[in-house]
């Protein structure tokens, strides 16, 4: 893949068109006691490196068109521990940098590199601790004022420049996302078939998290929501503790990462298998919000086109059901689809699940293009309050697809999973 990453890097240096970037990796980061969480790379640097270990850090220098790694050097005894390290010279090598040295000279290294340059990138005001080693690097050059050097008077936030390089996946990345949503799409199709009155939800979790490991997804791209009953009603819910009972709905919202690509799926249904009248009622109109927004997303159409057909379906939808009173119009202009519709319509998809993205640029919603990866996902969470029809209560129904957007249209590459009522009863009565 480093053709790819080298690619990014001089492409950014064009962006750039003169200075020095200078970007870090994540650090790592303590559990407990002497344990850390599993490493994962900041995607902002794994996206121009594809360098996945920790203490690293990439310097550009876009006047000269070249990059140059720091990172920790080779250690034999270290990696009895810890595993292999590439070391600078490895890393150069293997990543295609054109220079590469021991993380511990970048304190020593950067004044040079940043004397008579006309503007330092960094990811400004992102971490503090950044924020500050920048300062001393900056200091160090102001030091030489006697020599004629001179430290950049002019910055850039380098994230700008590459969250705007990562809306559009290029073709590799797109064959990971299309693979991660495949084994996402499985484990749903697991999970249904798994699923029986008197399980924990954690059980069913376990099924889940089965499928990524054994396709070599080893983590989900975001903590697993298996939300039982009126759990379903707490978007965030992740507690995934409590039995499922017979005649609730089910409502599972989960993807892997693979290779640090994101799948997002939410599929909802009935836990014995069988949708009663009101859950049937409910999930028809989230059904129809959602294929009424996918059908709106082509090159072309603006960011809130599908957000804008859904929300219409699902309040229509709410005032045939009896949840609210008035007219499409009135609901969506005074907000009272809130109550039971509280979030928007989907984010970008990439290497990170909530990828990055503006959604609105001078003051307008951006358009869509080829390339670009978004989730669908509307839903209906029915609490019980006053007014509230109680055959509804504590129905909790989002459904969710990841979509790529086409020369011609989109792509929905999450669609393995069924959620149409006659597929997903079908498919759990064969289990």
Known sequence: MHQNHTGRRQALMALMKEGIAVLATAPEAIRNADTHYPYRADSHFYYLTGFTE?????????????????????????????????GPEGAREMFGFDEAYPVSELDSRLPDLLANASKLWWPVGRSQSFDRRVAGWLDAVRARYRTGEEAPAAFGDLLMLVDAMRVVKDDGEIGLLRRAGQISAEAHVRAMKACRPGMYEYEIEAEILHTFVRHGARSPSY?????????????HYVGNNSRLNDGDLLLIDAGCELNGYAGDITRTFPVNGRFSAAQRDVY?????????????????????EPGDAALRVL????????????????????????????????????LDVHDVGRRKEAGEWIAYRP???????????????EGVPEVFHNIGIRIEDDVLVTETGHEIYTEAVPKRIDEIEALMQQA
Request: hydrophobic share 45%.
């Open 284 to 304: 028809e109109v989230v059904l129809a919000a959602e294929l009424a927004a996918i059908d709106k997303v082509r090159p072309g159409a603006r960011w809130n």
């Open 371 to 385: 390339g670009m990866c978004t989730t669908i996902e509307p839903g209906l969470y029915i609490r019980p309050a």
């Open 315 to 350: 309040t229509q939808g709410m005032l045939d059901l009896g949840l609210l009173q008035g007219s499409v119009d009135g609901v969506i202009e005074s907000g009272a689809y809130r109550q039971f519709y509280m979030h928007s319509i989907g984010h970008f998809i990439g």
């Open 54 to 86: 920790p203490e690293a850090v990439l310097v550009l220098d876009a006047t000269a068109g070249k990059s140059i790694l720091f990172c920790r050097e080779k250690n034999l005894d270290r990696e009895i521990w810890d595993g292999f390290r590439f």
């Open 223 to 235: 903590e697993s929501i298996v939300a039982g009953g009126a759990n379903a009603c707490t978007l």
